[in-house]
């Protein structure tokens, strides 16, 4: 189960009074993204693959070998 970008920015659009709409589309369209695709080449023919994001975190929170992965399910 490889993990997706919602889409869409609508959950996102009650920020607007507090952030731009540009810096909303960067944080969703580069930065949310590059996270969700950084995850799932980490986890990629590991044991870690199908796992959700909850069992990700918790699994590699405190483990030096996996923090690109920790790093990546937590911005996700």
Do not use: C
Not at 43 to 67: N, P
């Amino acid at each position: 189960m490889a993990h997706t970008l919602p889409s869409g920015l609508t959950a996102l659009m009650s920020w607007i009074p507090h952030l731009s709409r540009s810096t909303l589309a960067f944080l969703h369209g580069r930065h949310h993204y590059a996270s969700v695709t950084n995850l799932n080449k980490g986890i990629e023919g590991t044991e870690l693959e199908g796992k959700s994001l909850e069992d990700l975190i918790t699994t590699s929170a405190g483990d030096a070998s996996r923090i690109g992965v920790f790093n990546n399910a937590a911005q996700v």
